[in-house]
Every structure is written in structure tokens, then in C-alpha cells.
């Protein structure tokens, strides 16, 4: 199993990503730098956060554009896993491999702090290593991260379970006040219609420690225990 780290000018959290994989996953993985145009050695990929091209125009668009998305959107029909973790999740978006868009925060600012967060659907890839309607937390960072999607795609997103996570309050409402940027039905995640392709704004590498939490819970970790789980059974057919 090989999992690819994709690198883009200004992504930040790289490092934090491999860690999980390499130290705490014991799977091989690689960075790849956006120029690259193949990845048939890979069996997953993950777009990690931080600020590609410096959010130039708008988060992510840019990114899109480079050589490895072509060959990450013929990576995406042979119904591999690809995770976008933030600024991935922007560049998914941006690339149409997710649906919807990514806007600035409803309070116009950064925002950086632990969110208490549902799984929608745990009959998922990325999140059957969780019960249904687990509540976990995560720490989100970020400015363009106002989920957004039209009456009739919110509806199809329903319908048909991309909602992956939502943010919740305390007691696991999605009220307005447990929504920390104003996103849509406070979605905090979804995926593509197959399911392979996932995008979050929450940070899942940085709940993966227990040191790094401040309730000491790893929450995180399951999201990539998910993942190499699903591939382990997918490479054993």
C-alpha cells in the first residue's frame, strides 16, 4: 500500500500528514509535487491543508489548474480514495471533483479553534471506523470555509448521503451556534457520489495525537484508520 502526499506551493501541513501515515499508520507514503502526472503507483491520495499559491483570487482555484489534478480525476474513476484535507477540500472543489463551493467565513474572519462535529454517514470509506452519528472534535483553520451548495444540490447531497459531517453544537444540535463559519446545513464534509472522494475542513491530522488534543481524544485517527481499512479489503479482491 502507498499512500501520495500531493505538495503545492504554499501547502503547509504536508509534514503533519506523513507523520500520520508513516509513524503512526506504518503504511508507505510519498510526496508528490503538483507538477506530476502520474500516480498509478499510488493506492490513495491526500491533499493536505494550507495555502496553496496564497489563496491567490480564491482559495484553491489556482491549484486546480495544475498538471497533477488531470491525472488525480483519472485516479478518481478507478474509485481510489482521495481525501482534501482544507485547502484540499478548496482545490476538490475548485477541480469539480466535489460539488459546491467554498465560501469566506459568514463572520468575514479567520477562524481557529476545536469544533464538536456528527457523522452523518458512517456507510463511507473514510468514516466506517466510527458508529452512526458519533459526535468527535476536530480543530478547524480557516478563512474560506463556508460550505455552500443550491436548494436542489443540498437536496441531492440528502438524498443520496454525501453528507459525511456536519458541526454540531455541545449537546450535537447543528444550530447556528455550533456552526463556526456559517456553512450550509453545517456541513462540514462530504463526498462525491461514489464516496471515494472526500473533503473536510476540519483537520483530522491534528486530532490524531493525543498530546495535541484538549480532551486527550484521537479522533482524527479513525478518519485515516477508515481509510487503510477500506484499502486493505479493496487490494485483498
Request: some cysteine.
Amino acid at each position: 500500500m502507498n499512500v501520495a502526499i500531493i505538495q503545492f506551493p504554499g501547502t503547509n501541513c504536508d509534514v503533519d500528514t506523513y507523520r500520520i501515515f508513516s509513524n503512526l499508520l506504518k503504511v508507505d507514503v510519498s510526496f508528490i509535487w503538483h507538477n506530476e502526472n502520474d500516480l498509478s503507483n499510488f493506492d490513495a491520495v491526500v491533499l493536505p491543508g494550507g495555502f496553496s499559491y496564497g489563496d491567490r483570487l480564491r482559495a484553491g482555484v489556482i491549484a486546480a489548474h495544475s498538471p497533477v489534478i488531470q491525472e488525480l480525476k483519472k485516479f478518481s474513476l478507478k474509485r481510489k480514495p482521495i481525501i482534501g484535507i482544507c485547502n484540499g477540500f478548496q482545490i476538490l472543489v475548485e477541480s469539480e471533483l466535489l460539488p459546491g463551493a467554498l465560501l469566506k467565513n459568514s463572520n468575514q474572519k479567520f477562524v481557529c479553534k476545536w469544533v464538536d462535529l456528527k457523522v452523518e454517514n458512517n456507510n463511507n470509506i473514510f468514516t466506517n471506523y466510527f458508529k452512526s452519528n458519533s459526535l468527535i472534535r476536530m480543530p478547524i483553520a480557516h478563512n474560506e470555509g463556508r460550505y455552500y451548495v443550491d436548494t436542489d444540490k443540498l437536496t441531492e447531497l440528502e438524498r443520496n448521503n454525501q453528507i459525511i459531517l456536519r458541526y454540531v453544537d455541545s449537546t450535537g444540535n447543528a444550530s447556528v451556534q455550533g456552526n463556526p463559519n456559517g456553512s450550509i446545513s453545517n456541513i462540514a464534509a462530504v463526498s462525491n457520489l461514489e464516496g471515494n472522494v472526500l473533503g473536510l475542513m476540519p483537520h483530522p491530522e491534528r486530532a490524531s495525537e493525543s498530546i495535541l488534543s484538549p480532551d486527550l481524544s484521537t479522533n482524527g485517527l479513525g478518519l485515516f484508520h477508515s481509510m487503510i481499512h477500506s484499502l486493505e479489503v479493496l487490494l485483498k479482491k
